[in-house]
């Protein structure tokens, strides 16, 4: 049997960084606050139906559950993160009269049953696991049938100036290779989702020198999780490199462009027993409790 291939992103780095970033995220969240904006949005063109398990996988400081627990006060919302300290920040948007569950969880391995799920909603979180088939096969696993999974991540372009400025300084790489949006639709595909929707948005802000770029990197938790990645601090010399490389970018208003590209996904899950596609043949789940059993 072949090797299975190392993960690309070192998890517990991811959960270091996220951790140590907990305090400090929302002063340099701006995006991910507009980006968690026009996801929540996308709630709006749900039907009436009002939904039992809520789910926001990434939770981070919790401004979504909260969002959702105002939308759909009877509903249990359960908000999920990786790192213990983003949800001790959370536990400050669950009120006590509005209060939802918080869970320290991978999302690779949800600790939910099958099928209990009505809406799984996840801002900015999915870009750190790198196997999306499998990702998305644990979705489908704890959705109910019909229910709704929206998902935002960012996409292949973001921080494409940073990784060539740091590519004149070493061959190492410094900025994380996130999924292109075709490789969402696939994925989705391949785990049965239905009617799936995809939609990308470009963010470009700008930063006075590279420094300030990545002080906010920092701030965010959001730095190198590569598992081959540098473990050692970037010297003078190399950061010197890749800051004159940058310069070549810097714009008329005299700022240095970050770009940041934003996927958005939403499907329903399909039906018990519809087919999940492994390399490109049909594969059919059928619950044991549909399989007629003879009895002699």
Known sequence: MPATPPDLFDTRQVR?????SAGHYESAAALQREVESRLLESLDYLDER????????????????AAMRK???????VALDLALPML????????????????????RA????????????SNLCVQWVDDLPALFAEFRRVLKPGARLLVSSFGPETLIELRDAFAHADAV?????????????????????????????????????LAALMRELRTLGATNALRTR??????????AAAA??????????????????????????????????????????VPVAQIPIRRR
């Open 16 to 20: 270091r960084a996220f951790s140590r």
């Open 50 to 65: 009002q939904p039992q398990v809520v789910v926001d996988l990434g939770c981070g400081p919790g401004h979504a559950a």
């Open 71 to 77: 939308r759909w006060p009877r509903a249990r919302i």
């Open 88 to 107: 001790q920040q959370a536990r400050r948007q669950s009120s006590w009269w509005r209060p939802f569950d918080r869970v320290c969880a991978d999302a």
């Open 110 to 121: 949800l600790p939910l049953a099958d099928g209990s799920v009505d809406v799984l909603f």
């Open 173 to 209: 790489p410094h900025v994380s290779p996130f999924a292109a949006i075709g490789q969402f639709g696939d994925a989705m595909v391949q785990a049965g989702f239905r009617d799936p929707v995809l939609d990308r948005d470009v963010f470009v802000p700008g930063y006075p020198d």
């Open 230 to 239: 540098r473990h050692t601090l970037t010297g003078r010399a190399r950061f």
């Open 244 to 285: 004159a490389a940058y310069e070549a970018e810097r714009r008329g208003d005299g700022l240095l462009p970050a770009t940041w590209e934003v996927i958005y996904a939403q499907a329903w899950a399909p039906p018990p027993g519809a087919p999940i596609r492994v390399e490109g043949y049909e594969v059919t789940a």
